[in-house]
């Protein structure tokens, strides 16, 4: 109960900063002939809809992760078959001035149990958040490899890293350190969803050093099957 009174909470406060964003915009309309002021408003508007959008899809998505994974039947995964076809599809769609997102299939096949179409979801995630907080020209790095009993998906960034006091906070629901302007193609939920996703199939996802020493990584590490 605490924690579903937490999460109402939490919706209810995402969702009243872009409707009192949209409140204002729509108020000044009606009190402005300015064309330049006009074309503002409507730019407004359309960034808090966008922005409405993504969080109701994300704060569904996120709302019945839990049942849905508890009652799936994970099956075996090719890891690095995954994560080829997941960056094949990125490039197809890449734009020309987004950062490069590069892959190495390893020649051993990695096995690990699990959901997936979930688990492509959680490393577009992951993937994305990357990308946002490269420069155009940089070049994210997908790398997959086995540790121990484990297989470790790491995803290196070219962005400005993530100090080790912040690391954990940016797992929580509807936290984010992006700037004002960029949250409307972002909910604050990517990062959730994905831990969510990422343990209940029993691994962990974790902000380490990335090993240039500029960047970030982000490394998903789940039992081998």
Known sequence: IDATE????????????????????????????????????????????????????DISELSRLDGELSRTSFEKIDVGAMLETVVAARDLRRSATAPTVTFDKPRARLWIMGDEPRLVRAIENLIDNAVSFSPPD??????????????????????PGIPLVRRDAIFRRFHSERPEDDFARHSGLGLAIAKTIVEAMGGSVAVEDSPSGAGARFAIRLPIA
């Open 6 to 57: 937490t999460f109402a909470a939490d919706v209810a406060h995402e969702l009243k900063n872009p409707l009192a964003s949209m409140a204002s915009a729509v108020e000044s309309l009606g009190k402005t002939t300015d064309p330049a002021i006009t074309a503002q408003l409507h730019a407004i508007l359309s960034d808090d809809v966008r922005r409405l959008d993504r969080s109701v899809t």
């Open 138 to 159: 940089a070049t994210v790095t997908v790398l997959v490899a086995r540790e121990d009993a484990t297989i470790a998906v790491c995803i290196d960034d070219s962005g």
